[in-house]
């Protein structure tokens, strides 16, 4: 089946310590993207990539680090400078959107990230 | 800048009813608006999107409507049933296709 797969489900971490949390898709999807979910509020942007090998930060990117090698994949590097990491992690993708796509958006099941 | 607004934060209807769930942006120039439901502690599902160029999008028992002169959508949900509860959330794509989202509004249904 196409879907989206993010891994691990959760994870802990020790201060001090990178993570990174990984996505694959096998929808054919140009766009990938990665949200941040805390309780209470609305999802917010980290990085997004609309073509393999180029990404570009979004809202809330300080802290965090992404790969774009492959069409499939988007990992996502949750570093120790990001000061308050514990959260629910969001992987999405959608065709490009304009010329004719419309974008709809479809996401992974989450990783839920917390640090001791 | 295009913001997104759905008002209530929180729902709670008895099984059975009818109910419109509210999603207000403030710029008209909206490419697209996606509607999504969101279980706890999962990911989103994608339940609508409708175009700019649409009025609305049915599936099964639920109805989105675009109004972009109002700068409003909203999200009918015919015959409620338990299992409709989640915390449903909106997002529009602007004119620079950048999604805006909206909090969410929480649905409880009561058997």
């Known amino acids: 089946d196409g879907g989206i797969t993010q891994s691990p489900k959760y994870l802990f971490r020790k201060e001090g310590q990178n993570v990174t949390l990984s996505c694959e898709q096998n929808?054919?999807?140009?766009?990938m993207y990665w949200y941040r979910q805390d309780p209470g509020q609305g999802l917010r942007l980290i990085y997004y990539s609309q073509i393999v090998n180029d990404f570009q930060k979004g809202d809330i990117a300080e802290g965090y680090s992404v790969s774009r090698e492959k069409k499939e994949s988007f990992p996502l590097t949750v570093t120790s400078a990001q000061k308050n990491p514990t959260a629910f992690y969001l992987c999405?993708?959608?065709?490009?959107?304009?010329?004719?796509?419309?974008?709809?958006?479809?996401f992974g099941e989450g990783s839920r990230l917390t640090v001791l | 800048k295009q913001e997104v607004t759905q008002i209530p934060a929180a729902l709670s209807v008895p099984e059975g009813e009818n109910l419109v769930l509210n999603c207000s942006f403030t710029?008209?120039?909206?490419?697209?608006l996606q509607w999504f439901r969101q279980d706890p502690g999962k990911g989103l599902t994608s339940l609508l999107l409708?175009?700019?160029s649409q009025r609305e999008q049915t599936s099964g028992r639920l109805n989105a409507s675009l109004d972009k002169s109002s700068g409003r959508s909203t999200l009918y949900i015919a015959a409620s049933q338990p299992g409709d509860s989640a915390t449903y959330l909106c997002?529009?794509?602007?004119?620079?296709?950048?999604?805006?989202w909206g909090a969410g509004t929480k649905l409880i249904i009561k058997p």
């Open positions: 409708i175009q700019s």
């Open positions: 710029d008209s120039a909206i490419y697209n």
């Open positions: 929808l054919n999807h140009d766009a």
């Open positions: 999405a993708s959608s065709i490009k959107v304009g010329a004719g796509g419309a974008g709809e958006l479809f």
């Open positions: 997002a529009g794509r602007d004119s620079n296709y950048q999604l805006i």
